[in-house]
């Protein structure tokens, strides 16, 4: 049963669970420089934002690995429906976005269907989630999330998100049809099994938990410096024998001030995006209400 958030500052226990005391001690690993959000052009736009990915540097391991496979079990094993889903006639290619990421880890998956991208999820720190060429009316086809194992939602929920395309999917996001829109539609076409693309996101939250299938019903912290910067690597990949794409997430989080006080340019750069942020897309991004109180106390860090 999912529950309120219970306020606590460890990404690897749920938003709605108490962590345990041994979780006192955790410090947060720096989120990867190479997928810091950088300042492009004048204004706020959402874009594309993809890069080449050589397929060798597909996955990554770093030291927050294990910790966030060993969420990905305890969900599983306890709370499967809320992380775990398929819609009818997405079996192959979930079994065949399985079989990559066994490949990539060496690991030859037995199962079958869902049970096997559950299998393949635990191969790895990311989530999976498959997009699936479905054919609509007049031929057209369309790519429908029908199978995936999402452990760590940014405040989405993945039962509400099944059997969509990709502008129902981000119907929530503020601006996302109009900037981007048809360009992600265009784009998956141009996707290869080979040449795997990767992005990245950023979002200053009031809670850290990585599993955060929910919005908070009102703010949960009272100071800037008790905010949390979270930040995704995605990866997109086609699936050669069903056309499916296999879209992987990968999440990270850091204390708001640790992360300012890596560099001034880091600082700089918060501050320019955060500015440059039209009020829908900061209510989208949870960042309306903290906005006039981070701003002043950012200057410190540039
Ligand atoms: C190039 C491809 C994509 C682009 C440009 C894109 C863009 C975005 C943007 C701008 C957001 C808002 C958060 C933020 O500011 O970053 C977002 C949220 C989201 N995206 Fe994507 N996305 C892409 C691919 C996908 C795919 C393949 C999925 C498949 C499941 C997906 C699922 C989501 C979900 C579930 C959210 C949260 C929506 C909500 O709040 O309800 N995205 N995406």
Redo the contacts with the bound molecule.
């Keep these: 049963m999912v529950g309120a958030h219970v306020k606590h500052r460890h990404p690897f226990t749920p938003f709605d669970e108490a962590p345990p005391r041994e979780a006192d001690s955790f410090a947060a690993m720096p989120i990867p420089e190479s997928i810091l959000p950088q300042v492009v052009g004048e204004n706020f736009r959402?874009?594309?934002?993809?890069f080449a990915l050589d397929v060798s540097e597909w996955l990554p391991e770093d030291p927050e690995t294990s910790l966030t496979i060993d969420l990905k079990r305890r969900l599983l094993h306890g709370r499967r429906p809320e992380v775990v889903a398929l819609q009818q006639g997405g079996e192959n290619c979930a079994e065949e976005a399985a079989q990559l990421v066994g490949q990539w880890a060496g690991v030859e998956i037995k199962s079958n269907g869902i049970g096997a991208l559950v299998d393949a999820s635990l191969l790895v720190a990311d989530d999976l989630?498959v997009?699936q060429p479905v054919e609509k009316s007049g031929g057209v086809k369309q790519l429908l999330?029908t199978s995936?194992v999402v452990c760590c939602?940014?405040?989405?929920m993945l039962a509400?998100?099944m059997g969509q395309d990709?502008m129902q999917?981000?119907?929530?996001?503020a601006k996302?049809a109009e900037h981007?829109g048809p360009?992600?539609d265009n784009?998956?076409q141009r996707i290869t099994a080979d040449k795997p693309v990767w992005?990245s996101?950023?979002?200053i939250q009031d809670h850290p938990a990585l599993f955060q299938p929910r919005i908070p019903a009102s703010p949960l912290v009272d100071s800037p410096k008790d905010l949390w910067i979270r930040m995704?690597r995605?990866t997109?990949r086609r699936l050669p024998k069903t056309g499916g794409?296999l879209?992987t997430i990968r999440g990270f989080q850091q204390p708001l001030p640790e992360y300012l006080a890596r560099s001034k340019t880091i600082a700089q750069n918060i501050r320019t995006l955060l500015e440059r942020l039209p009020e829908d897309?900061a209510q989208?991004?949870s960042v309306l209400r903290y906005r006039p109180q981070i701003m002043p106390w950012l200057d410190q860090f540039c």
Aim: zero cysteines; glycine letters at 2%.
């Design positions: 959402h874009r594309l934002g993809t989630a997009l999330l995936a939602p940014s405040r989405w509400e998100k990709m999917v981000h119907a929530p996001v996302y981007v360009a992600v784009f998956f992005r996101n950023w979002i995704e995605q997109l794409i879209f897309v989208y991004k």
